[in-house]
């Protein structure tokens, strides 16, 4: 705790917020920052960072919420999938209310019967697949780099123990093709990206290049109020530098080089595919699928699905506010009739949905 402590004693706090004050007097314009980590947005909202920046500093949420980011038509999948008689559907819990077409939702549906179960780790899905040889088990896989190796870990544990009968849903998406897209959006003009420190322990510092390929700043920051004004520090110094590099103010988390065993893991399970994004629609390359050799274990090979009739949810603005062009309190429905008690839309379900985390901390 009394490491904690030190990222939030308040004389640092004061210190770094004289530091971005005289900073920010440094550059003749207003300077657009995004965080790209839903557990960024959480931190920043948690100890009320906003009210307490320089007036030229304008920090907007991106898609760093891997619950948020999953689309309709996938929702809509998972729903099929996980509401057939055979079938038990094991998903991490955020995903579990997570509204498809019609508002209909994986509680929704376990509610009625289906054999929806929480995991709290890919591991307990072997347990399951032991216990019931005559069904299929189906994982949901969603998140980023970070959690992908996990599940491509546990898809060589199934190889390894001979279980035939569990089988992977992929959900998950690559960071580097949304930032990519997030650089050439028209309607957004970002001058840094304060980067995901536990993206950032697997990929290491190679997944920013776009960034800094397009002259803008980049540094992958810790999660402390301490570590996220030092990092938004770190941009502005490379703004009023004319720089374009990609700093680590994370170092006790965080090298250059990230985790090649991981990134081996995974590569050796999963290869990149194009992949639907709410909020950036279709990006090539930004998802991951199973690799030839591990068909077997894809849960898209094991059913016959039909033509889903996706739609987002009426009035929902997550899609915007995903791309941050649009804030939670700019949505028709935010704290009206979405709320997290009665989510309309991803961004409110998640506890790193930035909605969610406006509504909780204001």
């Known amino acids: 705790m009394k490491f904690i402590d030190e990222y939030r004693a308040p004389s640092l706090i004061r210190g770094l917020l004289a530091a971005l004050t005289r900073e920010a007097a440094r550059i003749d314009r207003k300077v657009t920052l995004m965080e790209v980590c839903g557990t960024h947005t959480s931190a920043i909202g948690r100890f009320g960072l906003k009210t ?42 955020d995903m579990l209310r997570v509204p498809g077409s019609g508002g209909e939702s994986l509680q929704k549906l376990r509610a009625r019967g289906a054999d929806i179960r929480v995991v709290s780790s890919a591991a307990q899905v072997a347990e399951f697949a032991r216990e019931n040889p005559a069904r299929r088990i189906i994982l949901m896989g969603i998140g980023f780099e970070t959690t992908a190796p996990t599940m491509a870990a546990s898809v060589l544990s ?9 089988y992977l849903l992929s959900v998950h998406k690559l ?15 970002i001058d840094g990206f304060i980067c995901p420190g536990h993206v950032s322990t697997i990929t290491g510092i190679a997944a920013y290049s776009a960034i800094t390929d397009a002259g803008k700043a980049a540094v992958i920051a810790g999660f402390e109020p301490a570590d996220i004004l030092e990092g938004m520090l770190m941009i502005l110094k490379q703004v009023a530098e004319n720089r374009s590099e990609i700093e ?14 991981a990134r081996q893991v995974m590569d050796s399970v999963f290869q990149a595919v194009d992949a639907q994004w709410r909020g950036l629609g279709l990006i090539p390359g ?46 028709p429905l935010f704290r009206i009739s979405c709320t997290p008690s009665t989510p309309v839309g991803p961004c409110m379900v998640s506890s790193e ?8 901390y204001g």
């Open 52 to 93: 307490l920046f320089p007036p030229k500093i304008r920090l907007v949420s991106g898609p760093g919420c891997p619950v948020c980011v999953t689309s309709v038509p996938d929702v809509d999948k998972a729903l099929f999938i996980a509401g057939q008689p055979d079938v038990i559907f094991a998903t991490f819990g």
């Open 158 to 166: 199934w190889r390894r123990k001979d279980i035939t009968n569990a």
């Open 175 to 189: 960071v580097p093709p949304a930032l990519k897209a997030l650089i050439s959006d028209e309607e957004l003009s």
């Open 248 to 261: 680590i103010q994370y170092s006790r988390g965080v090298d250059r080089e990230g985790n090649p065993r």
């Open 286 to 331: 930004s998802g991951l699928g199973l690799r030839e050799e591990f068909a077997s274990y894809d849960a898209d090979g094991c059913f016959e699905m039909p033509q889903f009739k996706s739609a987002e949810p009426r009035g929902c603005s997550c899609g915007e506010i995903l791309r941050g062009i649009r804030e939670p309190r700019e949505c």
């Open 353 to 360: 949905g930035t909605c969610a985390a406006h509504y909780k």
